[in-house]
């Protein structure tokens, strides 16, 4: 289990490479965008959340009562691919009525604006990260790709509720990768029991950030610290997040049987992911205090 473990986290943090803004506003080709965007046969993870993303970039529909809810849609390149998931689940576009964002870089949430102009869905986002969206990818304190501008509809403080038909969830904004970076928890029943929810946000470093005597955000390191408190605070049976590795998405479907425990309710798979990226932060900043530098 921890061999597997390691190896996940490995693949993770090999995706994050250096990377400058394209005329076309797109990822630049040093971040492996081509491989993030193959397709993935959508599916049920559990209770009334669904799987909509590509084979690397996820996206969550959660089921309710009064229509559905989107967390993220991944590169604006990857459009077709989610829009294509959701209807094959047999769901309409138009039944999306509000959508949610891991934070605010192109790989999540560039294909935004074009899904709000296809379902008339509103966009809630952390204020912080709202910035970002509203300005295409522009701003905010280390940009990593452009996208087309999001208009957001409703801004969100640290543990606000989103409520729609019977489901709840709760905003816990997890500042570092980006200002506004958020992790959003709920609740799902299956099988007659009910399970605590986390939909994980990106912990890892952008490349080129310092976490020591950072000149566009000197609170970095402590925004980060402060942010795996929050995470490992969180009650968890349940865990996904804005990649599908971090989760390891595919070996876990692999495992999935009829009549079998569900392979996404994983505790402890959790708590490794965040103490992995915990321990590459304070490896950098031990790093960068001994004058050996930061991310690459």
């Avoid at 576009?93 to 008339?120: E, N, R, Y």
């Avoid at 295409?136 to 990593?144: D, I, M, S, T």
Wanted: charged residues 20%; glycine residues 8%.
């Amino acid at each position: 289990m921890k061999s597997k473990t390691c190896r996940s986290l490995a693949v993770v943090l090999l995706l994050f490479l250096p990377l400058t803004s394209t005329p076309s506003g797109a990822a630049n080709l040093q971040f492996p965008v081509k491989e993030w965007n193959h397709p993935f046969k959508p599916f049920r993870l559990i209770g009334n959340i669904y799987y909509v993303g590509t084979s690397n970039l996820a996206c969550f529909l959660i089921q309710t009562k009064a229509g559905l809810i989107l967390i993220d849609t991944a590169m604006q390149e990857s459009a077709p691919i989610v829009r294509g998931n959701i209807e094959s689940l047999g769901f309409k576009l138009t039944d999306i009525k509000i959508m949610l964002a891991s934070h605010a870089h192109f790989d999540h949430v560039a294909g935004h604006a074009d899904m709000k102009k296809a379902t008339g869905a509103k966009v809630y986002a952390s204020k912080a990260d709202a910035v970002i969206m509203e300005s295409g990818g522009k701003k905010g304190f280390h940009p990593v790709g452009d996208y087309k501008p999001i208009k957001v509809d409703k801004l969100l403080n640290d543990g606000d509720v989103v409520t729609l038909g019977e489901v709840k969830l709760k905003a816990h904004l997890t500042p570092g990768h980006t200002e506004g970076n958020t992790a959003w928890t709920t609740t799902v029943e299956e099988n007659g029991k009910t399970y605590n929810v986390v939909f994980a946000p990106s912990m890892s470093i952008n490349p080129g950030v310092l976490m020591v005597n950072n000149p566009t955000w000197p609170k970095v390191a402590e925004a980060y610290g402060k942010s795996f408190q929050v995470l490992k605070s969180l009650p968890c049976d349940v865990f996904f997040g804005p990649h599908a590795p971090f989760f390891a998405m595919e070996e876990k479907v692999r495992r999935m049987k009829p009549g079998q425990p569900n392979p996404f309710i994983d505790p402890e798979g959790y708590q490794k992911f965040i103490a992995g990226y915990e321990k590459a932060y304070q490896e950098q900043i031990k790093r960068e205090q001994a004058g050996k530098g930061g991310s690459n």
